[in-house]
């Protein structure tokens, strides 16, 4: 039996989730804070300095104010917030003389490329940071400058070519290493495009139509025939870059993908366009009081939908000892979190065709705002979520038209159900945005996304109404993603997941993430005996590190001033999300008989659930670490992740193992009469 204590378990338990629940806004709701981005910094700061003119176009500024004769506004003075941008990076270079995408993250070539091209197109190369710039000259230099740019992305020009294209708008990379882009394809129907094999990925179509003008300015294609073909296309793709902007301005709610169509179309004499006045807009609208940005507007609805599942999840999947209410375990019910939750949840779905991807209605994206995309993690958890409120005999007395807030959520989850199984690929996986779109990271499948997707429409399929058609097709999705799951496992039991990696990896990538979130598919679905389940528990027990938790949150080396703030993510080597994750994928051990009764995996859980509530007892867990892996392998971390990790974890251990620790001390009393 497990020998944990219980009252120290359920005491950090309702703790970190009192926490939790804390973070809410008035509405609600969570809405989370991103990390603040050297790396969108960076992008901001030379799209404004292009906007305004400040340097390197070869066009005159923009003059505050309004154009004379028209009502039409013109750019602010953009020159104090360019001033705060430098100001704020000129403090997070790295002892190496990198930058990293974070205050917590390893420097690397790209993001120490974009720092310097915004100091040289803020006009701020010389006194006093000439000595930071040198020293980032010598870090890229270590690096392999453009090669070992070109390196760190391979065949996907997603990232790669924007950053060749900001440091060529600086001048200190020459045109010729900037790649043709061919922007004239966004001119076609936007079904067309899977067809035509891009180099970039689905999302980044914005880029292709801005980069690739600005390297058709200012490198025209020699041959006269090309040159007039690609011309006649400008005006037309402009008018598809226009058409594919959110009302918020930001694309994607993305700064970097934002700035850099921004400064490629005032870098190619387009500074007055609109894209550009609602781009730098959105840049005014998101920059924070350092003069930071963050990479992202917000993950509200990713992050939203976590919470609900980390705190609701355990109460309704397990209802603790016999004759014991769940709520005796620490677990609650759904309505602690409030039904204005659904609401929100509801208003979120977008439920027309996606302008950006050209998506079907029904899916939901990773925040409320305009930017965001709808795609399949954002939906999974949409869907688990809502599926945590339900109660049968509501959706089924009011749906599917039925009035009231259950009723919607029942006709929006059924909607969202068809959405996400229509975007299954045909090895049997799910991708990002789009089915059958290319090969790209983005857009192939991932272990991490079909496990997520799994799980959802089990939920789902369990609450609906269908009939032998409808259960057929479900189980042969189902069939069929258990097999790209089990083709994707690694032959040492691990998965490798798309959204989230690890720094200290030699290929970036955190498989203990992957691992766990694959085994809550087959703790879901009922398959945890199966062959690669066992392999993947067993991959997470063998690399648990020596201090009971998971990962390699390894200290980097930094300036003295920073070294402060670096050591508190730091516990031992491992960190609290991944230690969470690790702990809720083993305890789906404890479903496979066999497997339950291991002493390895007994032992791995103990130590875990120590670890954890160690971390809340010492108040470790609302310390983030770097391990979220946003677009074209950009580092970011989240403020509520520890927690909701944490959350989730405990609960998972509350809900499971109470009853064990009843049973045990049940035998120990017996015993101690015996004697």
Request: neutral net charge; hydrophobic residues 40%; aromatic residues 10%.
């Amino acid at each position: 039996m497990l020998d944990i204590d219980f009252d120290r378990l359920l005491a950090a338990y309702e703790n970190a989730r009192h926490d939790l629940l804390a973070e809410r806004v008035a509405e609600g709701h969570w809405v989370g804070e991103l990390a603040s981005s050297a790396l969108a910094t960076a992008t901001a700061v030379s799209a404004l300095a292009l906007a305004q003119g400040s340097q390197g176009s070869g066009f005159p500024p923009r003059r505050a104010g309004t154009v004379q004769g028209s009502a039409k506004p013109q750019t602010p003075d953009l020159r104090p917030l360019i001033d705060r941008g430098i100001e704020f990076l000129a403090t997070q270079q790295n002892s190496d003389g990198g930058f990293g995408d974070t205050d917590l993250s390893h420097s690397n070539i790209a993001t120490t490329m974009l720092v310097r091209a915004a100091f040289h197109l803020a006009a701020a190369a010389g006194e006093p940071h000439r000595d930071l710039l040198n020293s980032a000259a010598a870090y890229i230099d270590a690096k392999g400058s453009i090669s070992g740019l070109r390196a760190r992305y391979g065949k996907d020009k997603t990232f790669a070519v924007p950053i060749l294209t900001n440091c060529a708008l600086a001048g200190v990379v020459d045109w010729r290493e900037v790649s043709a882009l061919p922007f004239e394809l966004a001119a076609f129907p936007q079904s067309w495009y899977r067809f035509f094999r891009l180099p970039v990925v689905s999302y980044a179509i914005p880029a292709l139509v801005a980069i690739g003008q600005a390297r058709f300015f200012h490198r025209k294609p020699r041959n006269p025939v090309v040159r007039a073909l690609r011309g006649a296309t400008v005006n037309r793709t402009l008018r598809v870059l226009e058409r594919m902007q959110p009302e918020s301005g930001g694309y994607l709610e993305a700064i970097p993908l934002t700035s850099f169509v921004v400064m490629s179309l005032a870098g190619a004499g387009r500074a007055d366009h609109p894209v550009v006045d609602r781009g730098v807009k959105f840049l005014l609208d998101t920059v924070r009081p350092d003069g930071s940005w963050p990479i992202d507007t917000n993950l509200a609805t990713w992050v939203t939908t976590l919470a609900v599942n980390a705190l609701e999840g355990s109460g309704f999947r397990v209802q603790g000892p016999a004759g014991v209410q769940s709520a005796e375990c620490g677990v609650r019910s759904a309505g602690d979190v409030g039904a204005n939750v659904i609401e929100w949840l509801l208003s979120c779905q977008h439920i027309e065709r996606h302008p950006f991807t050209g998506a079907a209605p029904g899916g939901w994206g990773w925040s409320d705002l305009s930017g965001a995309v709808p795609d399949v993690d954002d939906t999974a958890s949409a869907l688990l979520a809502l599926a945590t409120f339900a109660d049968p005999k509501q959706f089924n007395r009011q749906a599917p038209h039925g009035p009231g807030a259950y009723g919607r959520a029942y006709v929006a989850a059924i909607r969202g159900t068809c959405w996400l199984a229509n975007l299954q690929n045909r090895d049997g996986g799910w991708p990002t945005f789009c089915r059958g779109w290319g090969t790209l990271p983005f857009d192939r499948s991932s272990p991490d996304l079909t496990a997520h997707a799994m799980r959802a429409l089990s939920a789902w399929f369990e609450l609906g109404r269908w009939g032998a058609k409808g259960r057929n097709r479900f189980c042969a999705r189902i069939d069929r993603g258990f097999s790209y799951l089990a083709n994707s496992q690694r032959a040492d039991g691990s998965w490798s997941p798309l959204w989230f990696g690890n720094q200290d990896h030699p290929n970036e990538e955190n498989l203990v993430y992957g691992t766990a979130r694959v085994l809550l598919a087959y703790r879901d679905l009922g398959r945890m005996d199966d062959g690669a389940a066992i392999r993947g528990m067993k991959w997470l027990v063998t690399n648990q590190n020596a201090d009971g938790g998971w990962g390699t949150a390894a200290v980097k080396a930094v300036s003295d001033t920073r070294q402060s703030v670096l050591n508190r993510t730091a516990a031992n080597g491992s960190s609290v999300e991944e230690t969470a994750w690790a702990l809720e994928g083993l305890l789906a051990g404890l479903d496979n008989g066999p497997l339950a009764v291991d002493n390895s995996l007994q032992n791995a859980i103990r130590q875990g659930v120590d670890w954890l509530v160690r971390a809340v007892e010492d108040g470790r867990h609302g310390r983030p670490a770097p391990v979220g892996f946003y677009f074209a392998k950009l580092w970011y971390y989240e403020r509520l992740y520890p927690r909701v990790c944490t959350v989730a974890a405990l609960g998972e251990a509350v809900g499971r193992l109470c009853g064990a620790v009843e049973l045990v001390s049940i035998e120990e009393q017996a015993g101690n009469a015996e004697r």
